[in-house]
């Protein structure tokens, strides 16, 4: 249930230093008011849902102080200082809800009816799945608002080039149960307060499961004495107890008790059903880190013989061994079970289900548990370098198909082209787009006298050429969005696209990609490089003449009296594509004649 | 690939090779043409096992009418396990290249205990008694009893097995453990015995070093290897230690208690004898009185562990006339034990060489020298006479005789210790009589002289002049090779600061000291907080571990570890050790990350790989040095400076580094892979300790790496994990190529391979 209202004691503060105003905060649906505990400061908030852009909390264990910050619309901010964690939680929670309704609500209100204009025959569905991905992602939100309601792009084409986040997002998000934590056993150990010298024990259904997968003789006794021989509550005493034996780490006193008490023994003795488990396990263990087949392999093995108490051996007391069992040793148990994963779906209030589903789980795993002992074994001898490759069993990173790879490097091209707009030379990129140029051209004519050897490009040029090609590709298709049947490579001509399409397939992206390139560039001397209509391309001949222009490089970062784009605040750079086009021509015009 | 070394022809199963494979190969040649020993240290991950076997089977197949066996022994099972499946490789290589020419046998040997396939024998717990259950069911007078009566239980693989006969043979093939199991259960015969019998064929044979140092078990299976063998000692950087072993005995309450108890039972035996079946006493005496310790040929399945002295040092003369009769033996025996009983009761250590020992028990006990000697034989003859069959009850009587003959054979290199108590816990009482051997060499004398080459081993034998010293032997090639790295993969560091700036150490003094724990555990902390997959952690000893985990978990640094990755912990549990280590690969493959604690000196720093995701970083806390109080490494230390002229500094220094450098080793296994490590202790940036480490390591840490703090180690690590992240060329840069194809190797002639070595 999501509350509707949120009260909570919080400091104002104006920023993430100062020590603030104490007041309370109060979160409606759509305000968020805050009252000073001083009521002659001016210090009252007021705001509304609408007017806050998004939020910022710091994060649970860090050194900071519980702080949400709230960011306005309007630039500045607000920062909430909380008394703990679980309110800043509380409150996070609350922020982000009402968030996502406002954002909702702006959508509803200005979004349908432009749908409705536009694409009669879309199904509900079909809408809800949309709304949805919009709402979850603000970026795609703000694009979405640009566009469409900007009426640069319709609806569906808007749509059409994000066909993926249709069809794949929703179907992938099957139900995924959230495993244990790594640390899960800590929860079910008691709290130890040093200075009252007091454990607590705190069992929740949570904290009940978890003990009954890391101790499976509890669960087996749980099974066995609840509630015929003693109360749920009994039981659980019973098991404090036995656990306050444990912390005290006296293991004679925690035999006197086990003798007095047969339940309690139950939880003090070591576990059977473990010792059979790893008993069972150990003859499916990997032979290569099988350590207890060594156990005696001098080939009789006599107690006594060798050093006994040398300075490198370790000394253990065996006196009581029953009874000690180690925190060492729970902490493998917590291992494996956490590895183990939540075998059960039921619900946790009921500590008997839980327990039988338990029992059956681990039955079932029993015989489900497969032998691949040998093939782990070669897989291990093998020397992975020397060697080609196996058929692994994930895809290695590799184009299939270059239309994928471009397609995919769209968003990454309209990002880093805002980064290059935004300076081009802050690129960790050692070299600038003129150096890369240099050593392309180069590269090019080496390889027209000697053909193609194995020759090695620098890497950093590499990465310069190729960025700005795929960037290029890739915008280009991205700004030639109005027709989404047609990709960029189709607008390439035929020889070209083949050629590209041929050379990348079976290459992997770093090093010999760029080779590709260049014999593709070399080749055929057509880049698609200039943005917006121009598909003759340049001649790279004559690219490499232009007039001390900056050529190939010049495609990362435009010129100068380039059109600036007034949107790209937002991350899309389409606003003016004909001013663009006109400009690219002329330019290339230039370099034709040049 | 295929390439040439000097005169002979190198099938190698794959398609490139390392330039240090191929030097290692090129020494190794060399070596084995001039039929000497040799020491060679090769830094892990570069393949060392392969290129050994590649070369050695090369070298026979190119030499076919000087057959040559291998004999390589490994200090685990499943070492053992993991050469045999690069020796399957290697061979199907060899046989698509040359055909059945190239055909060998190669088994790997091991205990019943892994050997087994008799259900019934299996079910037993422990491995004693796996022994013993097979005992029960295979000895020879439980056969000939079984053949009278057919309801008396046998064991069906071994009646298979013997009535198969000689035609019970392995096919060719190289076989694991597994196989080894498999194919006796598909056939019907025993694998153990089968096995056994075909050591003597195999080309290649892989078993563990006792096998081959222990005389106790060498004499067995190890008498019939001829001298044209090559024996190896891989991952030989403990070898020292496992001969000295191999020697030493002790004896605790326990032992004579239950020696106690053998010699009553055995007193019932000859009295019931007496009764029954007197003429069976007569012939034993008979058989001593010629001379003849040993009966002759025994059934295969009643052998015995041999004498435990060397070889060379047994007497082949009869038994002496006191101890002929048994239950005169019996009586000295019962001597013994008193008189080792009453050393026992001592408050003080007491510390004597054999000599004293021996003309004291004289004194007091009446048994000369040579009576001691004999013990061991004459209780096994025995043991045979009275048919005893559960053996290993007879564990302790036996332990007992095998001091009296070692203490009785040798009068240097070893000495006698009796501890009250130890020193650790003087609180418990637990008087130990031990009789230790401090030559190394000793052990090791009848495998350098019995066989033609015998080549050592290791990803550390640094400093390599010292083992020739500790062993006693001359090697003919004594080589220390680089590793050629494509990039620099291995990031060694020496963490001498916490982020506070305050000294980090295990010292003595310093090790429970508060701010090191929290130091400690912060660096891991952080270190969990950036590396991907796997971590491995060393401590110093078990109790160290014990009580640094139980304080971290104290102020809450466990949860902290706790929420980036799993904690797996080794612990004096093998099998719990073994479930943990699978676990842990398990943590890392499905990507959850996991850390393992473990101890240097344990059983997984001695064998475990954490190669690729399984270990990217490993931290070594402190400086796994020795008990140094210990007595019986004082008296090794006092020894080795006596006699080889070695200081007590410097070898507790190369045996603490050469623990930390394997520990540490583990993290690569290619030059594919990558790892960090990282030995956090403020005594590794004095030059003394530090120079100890293997020159691989060293070679690769930077003198801006001797002295961080944790942050700036933290800084380090992301940086370096970044730069391992990028794609590289596999090959090599153009200058110097780290990855050779067949052209490569056959373009390049000997003498480049020069730089390779130190």
């Known amino acids: ?594 | 690939m295929k390439f040439q070394i000097e005169d002979v022809t190198v099938y190698f199963p794959y398609d490139h090779i390392y330039p240090e494979q191929y030097a290692y190969m090129l020494e190794l040649k060399r070596a084995l043409d001039a039929k000497g020993h040799c020491l060679l240290e090769m830094p892990t991950g570069t393949g060392k096992t392969i290129a050994l076997l590649s070369l050695i089977t090369s070298y026979v197949l190119s030499k076919p009418h000087n057959p040559v066996k291998l004999i390589y022994c490994t200090r685990t099972v499943h070492e053992m396990e993991k050469t045999l499946a690069e020796l399957k490789l290697l061979h199907n290589y060899q046989t698509t290249h040359l055909g059945d020419r190239s055909k060998i046998l190669a088994v790997g040997l091991s205990s019943r205990k892994n050997l087994c396939v008799n259900p019934r024998v299996l079910a037993a717990e422990n491995r004693d008694s796996v022994d013993a259950g097979c005992r029960r069911l295979t000895a020879s007078w439980v056969r000939a009893a079984a053949a009278a009566n057919p309801n008396l239980p046998t064991c069906e693989f071994f009646e298979e097995y013997e009535r198969a006969g000689s035609s019970a043979v392995l096919p060719p093939g190289v076989y694991t453990l597994q196989d080894l199991r498999a194919y006796g259960k598909k056939k019907g015969w025993c694998p153990y015995f089968l096995a056994r019998h075909m050591v003597q064929f195999a080309n290649v044979v892989v078993y563990s070093y006792q096998y081959l140092l222990d005389p106790k078990v060498a004499g067995i299976i190890s008498k019939e290897m001829q001298r044209e063998s090559v024996v190896v000692f891989d991952e030989a950087h403990n070898i020292d230690n496992v001969c000295i072993e191999a020697l030493s005995v002790s004896v605790r309450r326990q032992t004579l208690e239950g020696a106690r108890r053998n010699l009553n039972k055995m007193r019932q035996e000859i009295e019931k004898f007496k009764a029954t079946d007197a003429g069976r006493l007569r012939a034993e005496y008979n058989r001593l009185v010629e001379g003849l310790a040993q009966r002759g040929n025994l059934a295969l399945t009643d052998t015995w562990l041999s004498n435990p002295a060397l070889p060379d040092d047994i007497l082949k003369e009869a038994v002496p006339g006191n101890i002929r009769r048994a239950e005169h033996f019996v009586h000295v025996l019962r001597r013994l034990v008193q008189y080792l009983e009453g050393r026992l009761e001592t408050e003080n250590v007491e510390k004597e060489g054999p000599v004293a020992f021996v003309s004291s028990l004289n004194t007091h006990a009446g048994i000369d020298q040579k009576t001691l000697k004999f013990c061991y034989d004459r209780l096994h003859s025995l043991m045979l006479t009275l048919e005893i069959t559960d053996t290993d009850e007879f564990l302790h009587i036996q332990t007992i005789c095998d001091f009296a003959t070692l203490v009785g054979t040798y009068t240097r290199g070893f000495s006698i210790i009796i501890e009250p108590f130890d020193e650790r816990m003087p609180h418990i009482p637990d008087p130990v009589l031990q009789l230790s051997c401090h030559d190394a060499s000793l052990a090791i004398k009848p495998v350098f002289d019995r066989f033609q080459s015998v080549v050592i081993t290791s990803g550390t034998l640094s400093p390599i002049d010292l083992y020739p010293r500790l062993l006693n032997f001359h090697p003919v090639v004594s080589r220390s090779f680089k590793m050629s790295l494509t990039r620099d993969c291995i990031c060694p560091m020496v963490l001498t600061r916490g982020s506070d700036q305050l000294p980090v150490s295990t010292k003595f003094d310093m090790r429970s000291d508060k701010g090191v724990v929290r130091n400690y555990g912060r660096l891991l902390v952080e270190m969990a907080s950036i590396v991907p997959d796997g971590i491995v952690c060393f401590f110093v000893s078990y109790s160290y571990m014990d009580g640094i985990v139980n304080s971290w978990n104290e102020n809450g640094l466990l949860k902290d570890i706790m929420q980036h990755k799993l904690v797996f912990i080794e612990t004096q549990d093998v099998v719990e050790t073994t479930l943990a280590l699978d676990n842990y690969r398990k943590a890392c493959d499905c990507g959850r990350g996991a850390i393992f604690f473990s101890v240097a000196r344990g059983k997984v720093a001695e064998g475990i790989d954490f190669d690729r995701h399984y270990g990217r970083l490993v931290i070594m806390f402190g400086v796994p040095f020795q008990y140094t109080l210990s007595k019986i490494l004082l008296a090794r230390l006092e020894y080795l400076r006596d006699t080889f002229q070695i200081k007590e500094g410097d070898f507790l220094t190369f045996d603490a580094l050469r623990q930390a450098a394997q520990c540490v080793g583990r993290v690569i296994r290619s030059k594919a892979d990558y790892g960090m490590m990282i030995f956090a202790d403020k005594r590794y940036s004095r030059h003394d300790k530090r120079s100890k480490l293997p020159g691989w390591i060293l070679s690769h840490l930077r003198d801006s790496h001797l002295n961080l703090s944790t942050d700036m180690a933290l800084h380090i690590a992301r940086e370096f994990l970044r730069k391992m992240a990028q794609p590289y060329d596999k090959a090599g840069g153009s200058s110097s190529k780290t990855l050779l194809s067949q052209e490569d190797v056959e373009k390049m002639s000997d003498g480049n391979f020069n730089e390779m070595l130190y």
């Not at chain 1, 069809?167 to 800590?186: E, N, P, T, Y």
């Not at chain 1, 040793?329 to 289900?353: A, C, F, Y």
């Not at chain 1, 299939?400 to 082209?417: G, H, I, M, V």
Request: charged content about 25%.
């Open chain 1, 1 to 594: 249930m999501e509350t509707r209202h949120l009260i909570k004691r919080a400091k104002y503060k104006t920023t993430a230093k100062g020590s603030g105003i104490p007041g309370v905060l109060e979160m409606t649906k759509n305000k968020i008011v805050f009252k000073p505990n001083d009521p002659t400061s001016v210090t009252m908030i007021n705001v509304d849902f609408r007017s806050i852009k998004g939020h910022k909390n710091t994060k649970e264990g860090s050194s900071n102080p519980p702080l949400i910050n709230l960011i306005l619309d309007q630039g500045g901010s607000y920062i909430f200082e909380f008394e703990n964690f679980s309110d800043l939680q509380v409150c996070r929670e609350f922020v982000v809800n009402s968030l996502a309704k406002s954002g909702e609500g702006l959508i509803a209100t200005s979004d349908r009816p432009v749908v409705a204009s536009h694409d009669e025959q879309l199904s509900t569905a079909e809408m809800e799945l949309r709304m949805k991905l919009l709402q979850e992602n603000s970026e795609l939100q703000k694009l979405h608002k640009q566009f469409v309601l900007g009426n640069i792009l319709t609806e569906s084409e808007f749509w059409a080039t994000r066909k993926k986040l249709l069809d794949g997002d929703s179907s992938q998000k099957s139900k995924q149960q959230i495993g244990f934590k790594s640390s899960m056993i800590l929860d079910t150990l008691p709290l130890h307060d040093a200075r009252t010298n007091k454990l607590t024990f705190n069992l929740t259904q949570e904290t009940k499961y978890q003990i009954f997968a890391l101790k499976p003789a509890v669960q087996q006794a749980f099974l066995n004495l609840v509630p015929n021989k003693m109360t749920e509550k009994d039981f659980w005493t019973k098991y404090c107890r036995a656990e306050l034996l444990h912390f005290k780490r006296n293991a004679m006193a925690a035999a006197a008790e086990a003798a007095e008490d047969e339940d309690l023994f139950i939880f003090l003795k070591d576990d059977d059903i473990l010792a059979s488990e790893a008993r069972r396990k150990i003859r499916r263990v990997d032979p290569t880190l099988d350590i207890e087949a060594d156990q005696g392999d001098d080939y009789m093995h006599l107690p006594d013989h060798g050093i006994f108490r040398d300075g490198s051996k370790e000394i253990t007391e065996s006196q009581h061994e029953l009874y000690r069992r180690t925190f060492l040793q729970d902490l493998n148990r917590q291992g494996e079970v956490v590895l183990e994963g939540r075998t059960i779906d039921v619900e946790l209030d009921n500590p008997t289900k839980v327990a039988e589903a338990l029992a059956q789980s681990r039955q079932e795993s029993d015989a489900t548990a497969k032998e691949e002992r040998l093939y782990r074994t070669s897989r291990m001898t093998e020397m992975e370098d020397l060697q080609a490759p196996h058929d692994h069993p994930f895809a290695p990173l590799f184009i299939k198909d270059p239309r994928d790879y471009f397609d995919s490097q769209q968003a990454n091209a309209l990002k880093t082209y805002d980064d290059t707009r935004a300076g081009t030379e802050q690129l960790s990129c050692s070299l600038n787009t003129e150096e890369a140029y240099g050593f392309l051209r180069s590269s090019i004519s080496e390889i027209k006298a000697m053909g193609l050897s194995a020759h090695m490009v620098r890497p950093e040029v590499a990465l310069t050429v190729i960025n700005g090609l795929t960037q290029n590709i890739s915008s280009t298709k991205y700004q030639l969005g109005k027709n989404v049947h047609e990709s960029v490579l189709d607008r390439l001509p035929n020889t070209t696209k083949e050629e590209l399409l041929h050379v990348s397939g079976p290459l992997d992206i770093h090093s010999r990609i760029i080779e590709a390139l260049l014999v593709f560039i070399s080749n055929h001397y057509v880049v698609s490089l200039c943005q917006g209509e121009q598909t003759e391309g340049s001649h790279v001949k004559n690219l490499s003449a232009a007039r001390g222009n900056k050529g190939i490089g010049s495609l990362r970062a435009p010129p100068a009296g380039f059109p600036p784009c007034s949107s790209y605040a937002s991350g899309s750079r389409c606003c003016f594509p004909t001013l663009r086009v006109g400009f690219t021509e002329e330019n290339g015009k230039g370099w034709r004649e040049a």
